[in-house]
Structures are given as structure tokens and as C-alpha cells.
């Protein structure tokens, strides 16, 4: 499976962006969501979503932030509204990959490459 993201970009203060992932090849693909990584710290929660379209937020994004996913089409979007500066970070697609083996199920972390987000104040 890969991860391909799109939609980053700059906006300014109170704006809002939408961030769109699409997943390609054959995979059983878990939960789907969303990170972010900025120059002084770690990748971390944003949002993820289950097969089941329950969906989890880190608690700086509720509210603000909703997540979206089509199981058909292999998409999970990210409508970002009245972000703020310290929104700016890369944004990272993430999907979790049920493999089967003799030992059992496994799952693996898949990445997109990441899209930058800029919030100008």
C-alpha cells in the first residue's frame, strides 16, 4: 500500500484547509489518520479513523479539525478549519496494514510522504 497526500499549502490565521490522502495497491487497510511533525517536535496524533468511520482526535483538534473516510475509494481527508499558527507543522498520512502470517496477524505502519501546512499569523 502506498500513501500518497495533497492539499497542505499556506493560509493565514482563523482560514482553513482541507487534506486529502489516497491509498494505492492491495493491502488490508485497519485504521487510516493523520499526524503532524514540526521542526521542534515529534510526529504526533492528530485524528485516526477506524474501518468503522469512528473517528479519534488529539484534544487540540476537536472542534476544529474532522476527518473523513471512504472505504471505497481508499481516501481519508482532513478538513482543517480556524487553524492557527501553531498548526504549521508536515502533515503525514498514516494506514494500518493487517498482514497475515503463520504466526498470526500483524500490522504495519504505512507513511505518506508528508504535505506541509503553513499558518501565517
Known amino acids: 500500500v502506498q500513501l500518497v497526500e495533497s492539499g497542505g499549502g499556506l493560509v493565514q490565521s482563523g482560514g482553513s484547509l482541507r487534506l486529502s490522502c489516497l491509498a494505492s495497491?492491495?493491502?488490508?487497510?485497519?485504521?487510516m489518520g493523520w499526524y503532524r511533525q514540526s521542526p521542534v517536535k515529534q510526529r504526533d496524533l492528530v485524528s485516526t479513523?477506524?474501518?468503522?468511520?469512528?473517528?479519534n482526535y488529539a484534544d487540540s483538534m476537536q472542534g476544529r479539525f474532522t476527518i473523513s473516510r471512504d472505504n471505497i475509494k481508499n481516501t481519508v481527508d482532513l478538513q482543517m478549519n480556524s487553524l492557527k499558527p501553531e498548526d504549521t507543522a508536515v502533515y503525514y498520512c498514516?494506514?494500518?496494514?493487517?498482514?497475515?502470517?503463520?504466526?498470526?496477524?500483524?500490522?504495519?505502519?504505512?507513511w505518506g510522504q508528508g504535505t506541509r501546512v503553513t499558518v501565517s499569523p
Open positions: 498514516n494506514a494500518e496494514i493487517m498482514v497475515a502470517t503463520t504466526e498470526g496477524v500483524r500490522r504495519l505502519q504505512v
Open positions: 479513523v477506524t474501518r468503522g468511520v469512528d473517528a
Open positions: 495497491g492491495r493491502g488490508d487497510i485497519n485504521a
